[in-house]
């Protein structure tokens, strides 16, 4: 049997990685970061910032006054500011509200063509989703923008959206993601107060939507830090979720963005411990024909790969790893 290069070699031996379910791609929402689809200025900020998605809301940062007001103002924001590459999204109201079908025809007719997301609040089951899905196809047919490419986030924020998140996750070919609202889904369940100890209280909500997610294989992203002024805490969120296996997390503040991506990016030395374990992992299968290999005083075979593989194609995405899988200038 011919030799497979090793994995420093770059394009090469992907072809040996595609044959694996690691080598999956991974998107990177390490933050999202929100803001009022009615103040120009903010939304600038956010343009700027060091964020991977930005979220342009017209619902629960919106104030009732300005939500129809709001919708040029959020138009205006997409045509005009430069996101630098950012995922760009939209957050319009609930579907149950009056506001919800101008909210989309409105902003969407107008710059569709720089429109990457729509994040949908309030959903109960998979009929909501197929409901904004169908809208935004009529949508794309009207105004001649390109089928499909506007996808969907989908916040899961009740009871009800909880134990229906498996349909959810896979209801559409437009689902990216599943989004896990704390605010919302403790009001809904009757939570005492909004604790501190949001993974020890809702560790059930949090994991049930990442496994949704998972198995309909589309990213899951961590709710907010409401206590958004203790930094500690919003680290001390993202370390938590990092472990869980969210992909990112919630930012409600820009002091927040850099925290969270710090957390969601591997290290140098996690980088550098991926690599060699995969080339260690590629070398072992093509040389000996094993399918489990020690590496350190650790047992790793394919399923433990995935863990390594996801580290990889994050920095990759990051930029701090290249196309021949060598570490760049930026990582830490």
């Known amino acids: 049997m011919q030799k497979q290069a090793p994995l420093q070699g770059g394009k090469q031996n992907r072809g040996h990685w595609d044959q694996l379910v690691i080598a999956r791609s991974f998107n990177v929402r390490r933050t999202e970061l929100t803001c009022p689809a009615h103040s120009m200025k903010m939304m600038a900020k956010a343009a700027e910032s060091a964020a991977d998605e930005v979220i342009l809301d017209l619902e629960d940062s919106c104030a009732v006054s300005q939500k129809v007001a709001a919708r040029a103002t959020l138009v205006q924001a997409l045509q005009t500011l430069d ?34 997301v729509v994040v949908v609040p309030k959903v109960y089951g998979a009929e909501d989703v197929l409901f904004v899905d169908r809208l935004i196809t009529q949508i794309e047919e009207n105004a001649g923008l390109e089928p499909g490419r506007i996808k969907l986030e989908v916040l899961i924020e009740s009871a009800r959206a909880m134990l229906h998140a498996e349909e959810i996750a896979s209801c559409s070919p437009r689902m990216a993601s599943l989004i896990f609202g704390i605010a919302d889904y403790a009001g809904d369940i009757g939570s005492k107060e909004m604790t501190t100890e949001q993974f020890q209280v809702h560790h059930y909500p949090k994991a ?25 805490q919003v680290r001390k969120d993202a370390e938590y979720g990092a472990k869980m296996g969210f992909d990112g997390k919630w930012a409600i503040h820009p002091s927040h963005i850099d925290i969270i991506n710090e957390v969601y990016t591997p290290s140098r030395e996690e980088l550098e411990r991926a690599l060699a374990i995969m080339e260690a992992y590629q070398k072992a299968d093509v040389d000996q024909g094993v399918g489990a290999i020690v590496f350190g005083d650790e047992m790793v075979d394919a399923a433990t790969l995935r863990v390594e593989w ?19 200038g930026g990582a830490r």
């Open 83 to 116: 996101f630098k590459g950012k995922v760009r999204a939209i957050r319009p109201n609930n579907i149950r509200t009056k506001y919800f079908y101008r909210d989309l025809i409105d902003v969407l007719e107008a710059a569709g063509d720089k429109v990457d």
């Open 208 to 232: 049930h939507t990442i496994a949704a997610a998972r198995a309909a294989g589309i990213d899951v992203i961590d709710n907010v830090t409401l206590q958004f002024r203790d930094l500690e």
């Open 310 to 328: 996801k580290k990889i194609a994050v920095a990759r995405k990051a930029g701090l790893v290249d196309e021949n899988n060598r570490i760049v």
